[in-house]
């Protein structure tokens, strides 16, 4: 006992046991508790130990760190010669560090969650040990776990679950380079410092996505913020009128870089951005390490343009992307003010030719607001059948659409030299005029012509009043007179019948003559079959006789009756 007391070793216990030999009871008795005392203080020393490890384990914040300060400790409380650690991904097993290894093999190792030790140590959830690693028997070996192992000379090996509530993290593993066996005292102990780790490494690692989460946040604000700024201050581009180039030199300067605007125009409809961007690289002086980066700009599914940016990055691509709204924004507020500029110009030039004015001041006002001058003579055009696009526009030239029809005011001092503007369409062009009321007349005289070309199917010609020939006669009162008595002289029994019965006589003889007297291509075009148009025919030669049959008659029949179409179209 006073033994005991003085903390005597287990060899002072022995020696006294040997030297009385009556006391052997006591003696024994006493070594077990000495036995007994040792382990209690190994415990309380390991207890401490790991108390002191788990306070440390709080303080470090890097998670590499912190794996490496769990390996080195693990290596420390059992004495062996090997630890390490790894994480569980998905069905993988990854090893991240290692302490007293001899090798680099280990780290980064990667284990199916089926193999090895730490298959087992995974799925059951639960400590595994082996006293020989390189022989064990009870689980899959892989080539490249026991290469690894072979270069370690791994002998003995506990390894044990990182746990965090019902998740397997991932696993702790000790290991002696000699064969052994690892004791419950042991094994609670890796597993305890294992609990602490793993409560540990979750920490530091939602610490860590916390900390990239609010980088990206602070990252993205800052985004937001440059984005605001920059959308206010494109915006206040829009909004004070500074227009396209401004929005260009804006974008620019925000971006220190060099920008251009391609209209549509400039834009063949089916090339893409790239092939955009591709031609402004080989038609510019940008270096080839540089890189030329497009956006379309497009409003209410309308292509208006492509921005171009000379030099690439995330930054140039988001103001790119927030500055083409302000940029169609700006191109539909120059289109609409460029539109109703120009039906106003129209709306003038109309209003001069339709209601001219009664003094000389209205008529100053009226020819300045339609663009012309009244020292200025003026041949005045109506159009069928083209475009305003399509007429190509001199200086002092002016043009206007008024419902279907185009009508251009073209400086000239004879018809002739008019005639030379227009390159496509049916076109009825009047002698020079100047003044509004003589304006207003040669815009009648023009757009009665027009009438007359399109009656005498003459689709595309461009002629004036006076290039008309026979048909100028349906441009005079008179003329008219004496076509309404010819008519009726000619075909006046033919109209009363029609008239009458409501048999389209007039159009059955023009449509016959018209086809060169083929029964059957009349019939398809008046819609009637060929007997009804037989019984049309014999009722004409009833009614007017049988020598319109004649050749000329005929042609003077024809010519009469598409006169007094051009007359009545006219005459509405």
């Given at each position: 006992?006073?033994?005991?007391?003085?903390?005597?070793?287990?060899?002072?216990?022995?020696?006294?046991?040997?030297?009385?030999?009556?006391?052997?009871?006591?003696?024994?008795?006493?070594?077990?508790?000495?036995?007994?005392?040792?382990?209690?203080?190994?415990?309380?020393?390991?207890?401490?130990?790991?108390?002191?490890?788990?306070?440390?384990?709080?303080?470090?914040?890097?998670?590499?760190?912190?794996?490496?300060?769990v390996?080195?400790?693990?290596?420390?409380?059992?004495?062996?010669?090997?630890?390490?650690?790894?994480?569980?991904?998905?069905?993988?097993?990854?090893?991240?560090?290692?302490?007293?290894?001899?090798?680099?093999?280990?780290?980064?190792?990667r284990?199916?969650?089926?193999q090895?030790?730490?298959?087992?140590?995974?799925?059951?959830?639960?400590?595994?040990?082996?006293h020989?690693?390189?022989?064990?028997?009870?689980?899959?070996?892989?080539?490249?776990?026991?290469?690894?192992?072979?270069?370690?000379?791994?002998?003995?090996?506990?390894?044990?679950?990182?746990?965090?509530?019902?998740?397997?993290?991932?696993?702790?593993?000790?290991?002696?380079?000699?064969?052994?066996?690892?004791t419950?005292?042991?094994?609670?102990?890796?597993?305890?410092?294992a609990?602490?780790?793993?409560?540990?490494?979750?920490?530091?690692?939602?610490?860590?996505?916390?900390?990239?989460?609010?980088?990206?946040?602070?990252?993205?604000?800052?985004?937001l913020?440059?984005?605001?700024?920059?959308?206010?201050?494109?915006?206040q581009?829009?909004?004070?009128?500074?227009?396209?180039?401004?929005?260009?030199?804006?974008v620019?300067?925000?971006?220190?870089?060099?920008?251009?605007?391609?209209?549509?125009?400039?834009?063949?409809?089916?090339?893409?951005?790239?092939?955009?961007?591709?031609?402004?690289?080989?038609?510019?002086?940008?270096a080839?390490?540089?890189?030329?980066?497009?956006?379309?700009v497009?409003?209410?599914?309308?292509?208006?343009?492509?921005?171009?940016?000379?030099?690439?990055?995330?930054?140039?691509?988001?103001?790119?992307?927030?500055?083409?709204?302000?940029?169609?924004?700006?191109?539909?507020?120059?289109?609409?003010?460029?539109?109703?500029?120009?039906?106003?110009?129209?709306?003038?030039?109309?209003?001069?030719?339709?209601?001219?004015?009664?003094?000389?001041?209205?008529?100053?006002?009226?020819?300045?607001?339609?663009?012309?001058?009244?020292?200025?003579?003026?041949?005045?055009?109506?159009?069928?059948?083209?475009?305003?696009?399509?007429?190509?526009?001199?200086?002092?030239?002016?043009?206007?659409?008024?419902?279907?029809?185009?009508?251009?005011?073209?400086?000239?001092?004879?018809?002739?030299?008019?005639?030379?503007?227009?390159?496509?369409?049916?076109?009825?062009?009047?002698?020079?005029?100047?003044?509004?009321?003589?304006?207003?007349?040669?815009?009648?005289?023009?757009?009665?012509?027009?009438?007359?070309?399109?009656?005498?199917?003459r689709?595309?010609?461009?002629?004036?009043?006076?290039?008309?020939?026979?048909?100028?006669?349906?441009?005079?009162?008179?003329?008219?007179?004496?076509?309404?008595?010819?008519?009726?002289?000619?075909?006046?029994?033919?109209?009363?019948?029609?008239?009458?019965?409501?048999?389209?006589?007039?159009?059955?003889?023009?449509?016959?003559?018209?086809?060169?007297?083929?029964?059957?291509?009349?019939?398809?075009?008046?819609?009637?079959?060929?007997?009804?148009?037989?019984?049309r025919?014999?009722?004409?030669?009833?009614?007017?006789?049988?020598?319109?049959?004649?050749?000329?008659?005929?042609?003077?029949?024809?010519?009469?009756?598409?006169?007094?179409?051009?007359?009545?179209?006219?005459?509405?």
């Open positions: 006992m006073q033994l005991l007391l003085d903390e005597a070793s287990v060899e002072d216990l022995e020696a006294h046991r040997l030297s009385v030999p009556d006391d052997v009871d006591d003696a024994h008795a006493a070594l077990r508790l000495r036995a007994q005392l040792d382990q209690r203080r190994q415990r309380s020393s390991e207890l401490a130990a790991l108390n002191d490890i788990a306070v440390r384990l709080t303080t470090v914040r890097d998670d590499r760190s912190l794996l490496q300060e390996v080195d400790q693990a290596r420390r409380l059992l004495g062996v010669d090997l630890a390490y650690i790894g994480s569980a991904y998905g069905n993988y097993f990854v090893i991240e560090v290692t302490s007293g290894a001899l090798t680099p093999q280990l780290v980064g190792l284990l199916a969650r089926d090895g030790l730490v298959g087992l140590v995974i799925r059951s959830s639960a400590p595994a040990w082996t020989d690693y390189q022989n064990e028997p009870a689980f899959l070996h892989i080539t490249g776990a026991d290469s690894a192992a072979r270069s370690e000379n791994m002998r003995g090996l506990l390894g044990v679950p990182l746990r965090v509530g019902e998740r397997v993290i991932g696993a702790l593993f000790a290991c002696k380079r000699q064969e052994r066996d690892f419950e005292s042991e094994i609670a102990l890796l597993s305890a410092l609990a602490h780790a793993a409560v540990a490494i979750e920490n530091v690692r939602a610490i860590e996505r916390l900390e990239s989460l609010n980088a990206e946040l602070s990252t993205r604000t800052a985004e913020e440059k984005t605001l700024q920059w959308d206010r201050t494109l915006t581009v829009v909004l004070s009128g500074g227009g396209v180039q401004r929005l260009i030199r804006e620019a300067t925000l971006s220190g870089k060099k920008v251009r605007f391609l209209n549509a125009q400039d834009v063949p409809d089916d090339e893409d951005a790239a092939s955009v961007v591709q031609r402004c690289r080989a038609g510019s002086d940008t080839a390490s540089d890189t030329v980066i497009g956006h379309r497009a409003a209410a599914g309308q292509f208006l343009g492509t921005l171009i940016a000379y030099g690439d990055d995330s930054e140039t691509r988001l103001l790119l992307d927030r500055a083409a709204p302000a940029l169609a924004l700006s191109l539909a507020e120059e289109r609409a003010a460029s539109e109703a500029a120009r039906r106003a110009q129209d709306a003038f030039l109309v209003d001069l030719l339709t209601h001219p004015a009664s003094t000389p001041d209205d008529e100053r006002r009226q020819l300045r607001l339609a663009g012309l001058t009244s020292e200025k003579s003026y041949c005045i055009a109506v159009v069928l059948g083209s475009t305003r696009a399509a007429i190509p526009t001199s200086a002092g030239t002016v043009v206007a659409e008024h419902g279907s029809r185009i009508l251009v005011a073209v400086p000239a001092r004879d018809s002739s030299a008019a005639r030379s503007v227009f390159l496509s369409g049916t076109v009825g062009i009047s002698e020079p005029a100047r003044g509004s009321e003589a304006l207003a007349k040669a815009y009648l005289e023009a757009q009665q012509t027009v009438d007359v070309l399109t009656t005498l199917g689709v595309g010609d461009v002629s004036s009043a006076r290039g008309l020939g026979i048909y100028r006669i349906l441009l005079s009162h008179l003329a008219r007179e004496h076509l309404d008595e010819l008519s009726e002289e000619q075909l006046g029994p033919l109209m009363a019948e029609q008239n009458k019965r409501g048999v389209p006589l007039l159009d059955t003889l023009s449509v016959y003559l018209a086809h060169g007297r083929h029964h059957s291509a009349t019939a398809s075009s008046l819609g009637v079959h060929v007997n009804t148009l037989y019984q025919l014999d009722a004409i030669d009833r009614l007017i006789g049988k020598d319109w049959r004649d050749p000329d008659k005929a042609l003077d029949l024809q010519v009469l009756m598409r006169l007094r179409r051009s007359a009545d179209l006219l005459g509405k």
